[in-house]
Each structure stands twice: as C-alpha cells, then as structure tokens.
C-alpha cells in the first residue's frame, strides 16, 4: 500500500551512540517531514524538507541532522543520543500544496526511542 | 507564525453524551485547519479537515467542526460518544507561507464514562 514507511519501529540507544530513523514515502510528494512527539506537548516538527536536496529547521532542531537526496527518502540522524530524544518520531510527507483538492499530510506509524 | 491552543488536556463525557474538544488558531494568512485522531499506541489518523470551502466540514466516524473565522475557533464535535472514541485528539493548522509545515496544538485526551 502506497504511504509513509518508517523504520525501525523500536529502538533502544545507549547514550553517546548514534543512528538513523529512515523514512520512505512512495506517494511521490514533495514536502517531508519529522516531528517528536512528548506527552502533553503534542508534535513539535525537528526538520522539513521541500524537495530533494532542500532542508530545514523546525522548532526542534539541536541534536538532529536530515538530508534529502531523492525525492522518497528523508533520514533522520542522531549523533550524540541524550536522554532528552527519548521520544516517539513521525516522518511525514504533503501532496504538493494547499490548492489542491487532494491536499493532505500522510504520516509514517512511528519510531518509538527510548535513550539510556 | 501559526499556532494553535486546545483548551482542556483531558475531557470526559459519558457514553452517548455530546462530544465538544475546543481549538483555537492563531494565523497571519487565512487557515488551514486539521483535526487528528490518535489511539494508544498508534499513529496519527486525519479526521477532517478545514481548506477554505464549506465552514461546516464533517469527517470520519461522525465527527465535524465548524470553521469560525471571527471567533478563530475550529472546535470538534460529535452528537454521541461511543466508548470507541477514547483516544488523543489534535487540532493542527498548516503553516501555507512556507514549507507548509503543520503546527499541533498539544492535544486533548478524551475519556469516554460507561
């Protein structure tokens, strides 16, 4: 089924390691996406992309780097994980704008990280 | 900047009773409006959503809202909750100037009584 995979769905990190939370979109949008979800803040977008090779700053960038070489894939990577990224990720992706009737946001299942 | 406020972290209502979980927006430019479902452990599902057409937008499992340009408000509504309704609700606005990222709101829990 067309949509949003994320990968891996769990995660345990050591703090000081690093990795990546992959997403794929297959729906060929061009805005993605990664937001971090704590309770009781709701979302908070880290980094967001519109179009390959084109990034930038959320609200919550500090520990995070992304890159966006092809359209479908937007990498999430922590350098230096740290007990505050315990979270759970989001990766999205937007059909091509507000005018069109098709007009969404379509979200990956999440990565839950837990830092220790 | 965009930014929405969700008035109440948690309400409860009794099985049948009516639905109200309130948002309000804040935006430079004229809004686009969403509202999520999220059930424990789960992703994030769109119940509808708000893109300048009709005010009234009904969406999925009997949920509406209503647009209210002069009170900044986007409030969700159900005429009976069902038990299967008890999860996390998000009011999200679209940020259109650029990126056309979305701002959440913190969300709201709704607890549905027996």
């Known amino acids: 089924n067309a949509g949003v995979t994320q990968t891996p769905k769990f995660r345990i990190l050591k703090i000081g390691q690093s990795m990546t939370l992959q997403c794929t979109q297959d729906m060929n949008h061009n805005y993605m996406y990664w937001y971090r979800q704590d309770p009781g803040m709701g979302l908070k977008l880290i980094y967001y992309?519109?179009?390959?090779?084109?990034?930038d700053k959320g609200e919550v960038p500090n520990g995070y780097n992304v890159s966006r070489s092809t359209t479908e894939d937007f990498p999430l990577r922590l350098e230096l994980a740290a007990p505050s990224q315990t979270s759970v990720y989001f990766c999205?992706?937007?059909?091509?704008?507000?005018?069109?009737?098709?007009?969404?946001?379509?979200f990956g299942s999440g990565t839950r990280l837990t830092v220790v | 900047a965009q930014s929405v406020t969700q008035l109440g972290s948690h309400v409860s209502v009794s099985e049948g009773a009516l639905v109200l979980l309130r948002c309000n927006y804040s935006s430079s430019v004229p809004p686009y409006l969403f509202w999520y479902v999220q059930y424990p452990n789960q992703g994030l599902q769109l119940l509808l959503k708000?893109?300048?057409?009709?005010?009234l937008v009904k969406g999925i499992n009997g949920f509406e809202a209503e647009f209210k340009k002069s009170e900044t408000s986007f409030h969700l509504t159900k005429p009976s909750a069902h038990m299967s309704d008890a999860a996390e609700y998000f009011c999200?606005?679209?940020?259109?100037?650029?990126?056309?990222?979305?701002?959440f709101g913190a969300g709201t829990i709704l607890r549905v009584k027996s």
């Open positions: 992309s519109v179009g390959a090779g084109i990034t």
């Open positions: 999200a606005v679209s940020d259109r100037v650029y990126g056309n990222k979305l701002v």
């Open positions: 999205a992706s937007s059909y091509p704008g507000p005018a069109s009737s098709n007009y969404g946001y379509t």
């Open positions: 708000y893109t300048s057409a009709a005010t």
